[in-house]
């Protein structure tokens, strides 16, 4: 019996798909190449454009540009969920979204002054820079790590909620000791401020203790910073050795999944391993 989603779908729509997701053709990463380019030559747009003295000289210029690359990006955009089976899922993935953040922007000037500077979001379009190159290794290795960093969620969520009651406690106790000398800890969460860039080891320096009670809190805030560090870079380090050791390496390529637009398929897989679907082309 046939699948529902394949009876409705024309062959235009699977060489699009084949353009537009896929880097195994020539067509296909001609397309890609010609979209990485013109995404670097974006960003390097707005970067340009917020420097005054090229912005007064060359605005206009800025402008159609800036109208153009958008364009261009919609309607690509637009394209990539006509040529889905499922454009929700898409739209709803990783790469859905960021394509979308790369067109926002330029439409959301037209009513807030300025958003079009966000526009440098489209930075982030070049991780598929990784899949247009066969850089199967990269792929690989970004899964370990997104599975590293899930698997490690709920220990760095406690040791987070535990660091919000620490700088809550440190805050408040500085306050008591340093409100009454006529310094800059003028409020609870004021101190918890100093608390957070003390123990973070970033020390911006615009809130100092002045008595010497304040000042050996401090000194003990600062030696707890480097265990901030350390800790949360050992959590993950952990689970990226756990994954790396149980993962096996398979040769993977750029083939996406029409269904739900997964990458990172094995050479030899005949079905998606995200939602099952066949991967085979039907022509």
Request: aromatic share 12%.
């Amino acid at each position: 019996m046939s699948d529902p989603k394949r009876a409705n779908f024309s062959p235009i729509k699977e060489s699009i798909h084949e353009i537009i997701f896929e880097a195994d053709t020539p067509a296909g990463k001609y397309f890609d190449i010609v979209l990485m380019a013109f995404i670097v030559t974006s960003v390097i747009v707005v970067m340009l454009e917020s420097i005054s003295e090229l912005n007064i000289r060359y605005a206009n210029i800025f402008f159609v540009l800036e109208w153009a690359f958008t364009i261009f990006f919609t309607i690509e955009y637009l394209l990539r969920i006509y040529c889905v089976y499922q454009p929700k899922k898409y739209m709803s993935s990783f790469f859905g979204l960021v394509d979308l953040l790369a067109i926002l922007p330029t439409y959301l000037s037209l009513f807030i002054s300025g958003t079009h500077y966000l526009a440098v979001i489209r930075a982030l379009r070049l991780l598929r820079v990784f899949r247009i190159f066969k850089l199967a290794n990269f792929l690989e290795e970004s899964t370990t790590i997104m599975k590293a960093l899930r698997a490690s969620r709920p220990k760095i969520t406690v040791f987070l909620f535990f660091i919000i009651l620490m700088v809550t406690i440190i805050g408040s106790m500085m306050y008591l000791v340093e409100s009454g000398n006529d310094s800059s800890f003028t409020s609870i969460p004021r101190s918890i401020y100093w608390a957070v860039v003390t123990l973070t080891t970033v020390g911006y320096g615009d809130i100092a203790p002045q008595t010497e009670l304040g000042q050996f809190l401090a000194a003990i805030v600062m030696i707890l910073g480097y265990a901030v560090i350390a800790v949360p870079t050992g959590i993950v380090s952990a689970e990226m050795v756990s994954q790396t050791d149980t993962n096996h390496k398979t040769p993977l390529n750029s083939q996406s999944c029409q269904n739900c637009s997964a990458e990172g398929h094995s050479d030899d897989a005949l079905f998606c391993r995200k939602c099952g679907e066949s991967l085979v082309k039907s022509h």
